[in-house]
């Protein structure tokens, strides 16, 4: 079992930046890839970025070059969002994914409301 707890969300003006982060507990995601997700009212949940144990990043067209995903130890992944836009606003939950021991965990989510 994997416990994912994201924090950082809030509210920003548009044009300005949040980091949010995911802590995991309970097995090691140490394999996983870590992926941050988001989902605006009425949309289905999108990829927004992801990353590999061994570091590879991918990132959704719409965030390339504001966006940065990161994971500094083997439980701990972040999202420095910059240059935010009203159309970031959404519920962004965090996940992780190993094919290796067949598993697919989600943390709770936390709101990011972007203003104009």
């Known amino acids: 079992q994997v416990h994912l707890v994201e924090s950082g969300g809030g509210l920003v003006q548009a044009g300005g930046s949040l980091r949010l982060s995911c802590v995991a507990s309970?097995?090691?995601?140490?394999?996983?890839?870590m992926g941050w997700y988001r989902q605006a009212p009425g949309k289905q949940r999108d990829l927004v970025a992801s990353?590999?144990?061994?570091?590879?990043t991918n990132y959704a067209d719409s965030v390339k070059d504001r966006f940065t995903i990161s994971r500094d130890n083997a439980q701990t992944v972040y999202l420095q969002m910059n240059s935010l836009k009203p159309e970031d606003t959404a519920v962004y939950y965090c996940n992780a994914y190993s094919r290796v021991y067949s598993y697919n965990y989600w943390g709770q989510g936390t709101q990011v409301t972007v203003s104009s």
């Open positions: 990353i590999s144990r061994g570091g590879s």
């Open positions: 309970g097995r090691s995601v140490n394999t996983a890839v």
